[in-house]
């Protein structure tokens, strides 16, 4: 497929007074996601991705809730568990376990589990990774807002027409080549 540039991303207002921190780490996870995302997206053939939209649009969210709610539970446990390890040589193994549980649900209250590329936008329903969940809301909505740029087409619609016609001339084997990016600090 001939590379496609999908209108760029940009992360809320909201988002931006909201996020406890540095600026600069909201940019990083921002760019990471996205990064993630596009890689994601450029590991699908043109027949998955088309597979996948499909298969999205027959359940919408339903039944998506599993793979999410079983990655959370399996990657809070593991951060219990090292957080637990590395308190116990400051306090009891009892309070080290009661402080880890603490902490993790903290943690994991800032997480999402992260489909590669988000299912509204060609993802399986496989998660592999956590993320800055505010994040996560931020891009997700994104995929079927508008694009101001591009005939009043959401990213996603954009997406699909260049998929669809890189399918008509690569067939359905060929790998995505789709560029995301953040828009510009200034617009």
């Known amino acids: 497929m001939k590379p496609y540039k999908a209108p760029c991303f940009k992360p809320g207002n909201q988002i931006k007074k909201n996020f406890k921190g540095d600026p600069k780490k909201l940019e990083g996870h921002y760019a990471r996601q996205l990064k993630h995302q596009e890689n994601g997206l450029n590991d699908l053939t043109i027949g998955e991705y088309q597979a996948n939209r499909k298969r999205f649009k027959d359940m919408k969210r339903e039944g998506t809730g599993p793979a999410q709610a ?11 568990a090292s957080l637990e390890k590395s308190y116990q040589d400051k306090m009891s193994p009892r309070e080290a376990e009661k402080l880890s549980v603490k902490r993790a649900d903290e943690i994991m209250s800032n997480l999402a589990a992260l489909h590669d590329p988000d299912m509204s936008a060609g993802g399986a329903d496989k998660v592999k990774r956590m993320g800055n969940s505010s994040v996560n809301s931020s891009i997700g909505p994104q995929w079927s807002s508008e694009s101001k740029s591009r005939q009043g087409k959401s990213r996603v619609q954009l997406m699909d027409e260049q998929v669809e016609a890189a399918a008509k001339h690569y067939g359905p084997d060929a790998k995505l080549n789709i560029q995301l990016e953040r828009c510009s600090v200034r617009k």
């Not at 079983?70 to 219990?80: G, I, M, P, Q, T």
């Open 70 to 80: 079983d990655f959370r539970a399996k990657f809070s446990k593991k951060l219990e």
